[in-house]
């Protein structure tokens, strides 16, 4: 017979901060016979095994996780304020990675987002006017009932938002540990380039994205401007490296006179036979082979 375990958090409304902090016992608990508790009942807080984001203690060892008392439950070495989440990643985050390299990177990349905005602390501003991040936070409302849904329990609601939370946090951990794989693999890549400005990858690295590759790249100290790497099971992809992970914008873009052009067309241009397209923006181009590609970063750099 499995343990039986009681998490309680509040009732009525739920934000990202509750539904992901349940999320992450849930799987910390995944082996135990779990109860979730939505209540205000100062009852349920004596006798609950966690008590997350309410009854206004924080005791991480004896598995009370609320950060509404007067002065908080303490905050980052950054500033980010713990929320609920936050104080249950902190105590078991490694344990629900096995990791704690994937559990820190998950506290950077998720958890310290959310508490932030459950602690109202703007992380993000806008730069078009009217026009905002779409959030985490933006996705938990969806499954609050609105005000013509008036039939919906919202407890059910709350445990599939539940649900979802802990298929972001499971793939999230996935990916992660796929991510610092990659990262050792692209950390070979680069010690080994002749010409540390070109990186060039091998056809049996076709999962890599762009991203994982770019965010390490941006990594090193010497200048690298553009990476070559399998795009599809036929294709090739030359990818300006971008200015810093904070935006779009390329160290050295591809050359303006080939931006927007296709094949032949492309070809022409650049000399390379087998170039299929380069983007408008001039951050990217697809050839069908290795040497197409690298070709063309090497045309790209002396230009």
């Not at 209540?39 to 060892?61: A, P, Q």
């Not at 629900?96 to 950077?108: A, L, V």
């Not at 690295?205 to 590759?213: A, G, K, L």
Request: net charge negative; charged share 30%.
């Amino acid at each position: 017979m499995k343990e039986k375990i009681t998490i309680v958090t509040h009732n009525v409304r739920f934000h990202s901060d509750d539904v992901f902090a349940v999320a992450a016992l849930k799987l910390l608990l995944k082996d135990k016979e779990i109860s979730i508790i939505r209540t205000r009942d100062e009852e349920w807080f004596k006798k609950g095994d966690y008590v997350v984001d309410v009854g206004g203690i924080y005791d991480s060892e004896n598995n009370r996780f609320d950060h509404h008392q007067i002065g908080g439950a303490g905050e980052r070495d950054n500033g980010i304020s713990y929320a609920g989440f936050g104080l249950v990643w902190e105590k078991f985050g490694r344990q629900i990675c096995n990791s704690d390299e994937i559990s820190s990177r998950i506290d950077k990349k998720l958890v310290q987002c959310i508490d932030a905005g459950d602690n109202g602390i703007d992380i993000f501003k806008p730069i078009f006017q009217g026009v905002r991040e779409y959030t985490i936070g933006n996705i938990t409302n969806l499954y609050l009932p609105n005000w013509k849904e008036v039939n919906k329990d919202i407890d059910e609601e709350f445990l599939k938002a539940v649900e979802w939370a802990q298929t972001i946090l499971e793939r999230e951990i996935e990916i992660m540990r796929y991510w610092i794989e990659a990262e050792k693999i692209i950390d070979e890549h680069y010690k080994k380039a002749k010409d540390k400005r070109l990186i060039v990858f091998n056809d049996e690295e076709n999962n890599f994205n762009r991203m994982t590759i770019v965010n390490k790249l941006l990594q090193y100290s010497e200048p690298i401007y553009a990476v070559v790497y399998v795009a599809s099971a036929k294709d090739w992809q030359l990818v300006a490296v971008n200015k810093d992970s904070n935006t779009y914008e390329s160290r050295k873009p591809l050359p303006k006179s080939w931006q927007g052009l296709r094949d032949k067309e492309l070809a022409d241009v650049t000399g390379v036979l087998d170039a299929i397209f380069c983007h408008r923006n001039g951050f990217m181009c697809i050839t069908k082979s290795r040497d197409g590609a690298v070709k063309l970063g090497e045309l790209a750099l002396d230009s």
